[in-house]
């Protein structure tokens, strides 16, 4: 079945520390995206790609960097110049220009400790 | 700037009544509207969209109105099911293809 794996679902990290959350879709999808979702605030666009070697910084993309090396991959690492860093990650991938189908991941619970 | 705005965070329905949830944007540019549902710990999954050159679109028991003079939009689910109690988020798109996602709809079904 095709889909969009993310990983890991629970991730702690100490304050100081970088951490990479890791995205993989095999639906052969050309975008993909991170989203964050806070409480009260819905979901906040980080960075997107809308094809390999390429992206772009989304709305709240400071404290955060991305690589898109592959197509079917797009990790998100969240460093420590990212202030407030604990929130659910959630990344999704869809058909260029195609905004109806997007597809979501489970999503990641990043927890500073 | 929040460009989708769901100002209602919660909503409570009996089982087998009318849900309507409403949602406010304020970008003209945008021409494609979504809804999305949410369980916890899970991503969103697409229910129902609309593009700017309708006003309604139906699916089931969702359906989804458009007025775009008043940058308004709203999900009725009817009937109300249990299965439907989730988190509903509102997005919208213009040409660039990105969402823009509203804060979101805590929606309770009670029996």
């Known amino acids: 079945d095709g889909g969009i794996t993310q990983s890991p679902k629970y991730l702690f990290r100490k304050e100081g520390q970088n951490v990479t959350l890791s995205c993989e879709q095999n639906?052969?999808?050309?975008?993909m995206y991170w989203y964050r979702q806070d409480p009260g605030q819905g979901l906040r666009l980080i960075y997107y790609?809308?094809?390999?070697?390429?992206?772009q910084k989304g709305d709240i993309a400071e404290g955060y960097s991305v690589s898109r090396e592959k197509k079917e991959s797009f990790p998100l690492t969240v460093t420590s110049a990212q202030k407030n860093p604990t929130a659910f990650y959630l990344c999704?991938?869809?058909?260029?220009?195609?905004?109806?189908?997007?597809?979501f991941g489970s999503g990641t619970r990043l927890t500073v400790v | 700037d929040q460009q989708v705005k769901q100002n209602s965070p919660s909503l409570s329905v009996q089982e087998g009544r009318i849900s309507i949830l409403n949602c406010d944007y304020t970008?003209?540019?945008?021409?494609?509207f979504l809804w999305y549902k949410k369980y916890p710990a899970e991503g969103p999954t697409f229910l129902i969209s609309?593009?700017?050159?309708?006003d309604k679109n139906e699916d089931g028991r969702f359906t989804v109105f458009l007025n775009k003079s008043a940058k308004h939009l709203s999900l009725h689910i009817v009937p109300s099911q249990p299965g439907d109690s989730a988190v509903y988020f509102c997005?919208?798109?213009?040409?660039?293809?990105?969402?823009?996602f509203g804060a979101g709809t805590t929606v309770t079904v009670r029996a």
């Open positions: 999704a991938s869809s058909r260029s220009g195609q905004t109806y189908g997007y597809t």
């Open positions: 639906l052969n999808h050309d975008a």
């Open positions: 997005a919208a798109s213009s040409n660039d293809y990105k969402l823009s």
């Open positions: 609309i593009s700017s050159i309708k």
């Open positions: 790609s809308q094809i390999v070697n390429d992206f």
């Open positions: 970008n003209s540019m945008f021409d494609y």
